[in-house]
């Protein structure tokens, strides 16, 4: 490995689902103004949309997480095409 290429300052993170509140603890140099307390230890706090315990291939359910609204917005154009292609 070439050496002074890697960060220095690794510190331990939590990081958050905000999809279903699991909370874990590894090394990282993510950056964050964000912090949260565990076990009277505090730690800098990472939020996650979808980690390994909520994404549907970990967790063998098929589950459909949509935090910006894009599924809506398409079934909302597609319902307009096929109002549309019907009619005629």
């Known amino acids: 490995m070439k050496k002074g290429i890697h960060p220095k300052d690794y510190r331990l993170v ?6 279903n509140g699991h909370v874990f603890i590894t090394r990282s140099t993510a950056k964050t103004k964000e912090t949260i307390e565990i076990d009277g230890v505090e730690y800098p706090l990472v939020k ?16 459909l997480i949509d935090t910006t609204g894009r599924v809506d917005k398409f079934y909302k154009r597609y319902q307009q095409f096929n109002n549309k292609s019907n009619n005629e």
């Open 48 to 63: 996650l949309e979808i980690s390994n315990t909520s994404h549907g291939f970990f967790t063998g359910k098929k589950k």
């Open 14 to 19: 939590a990081f958050k689902d905000i999809s």
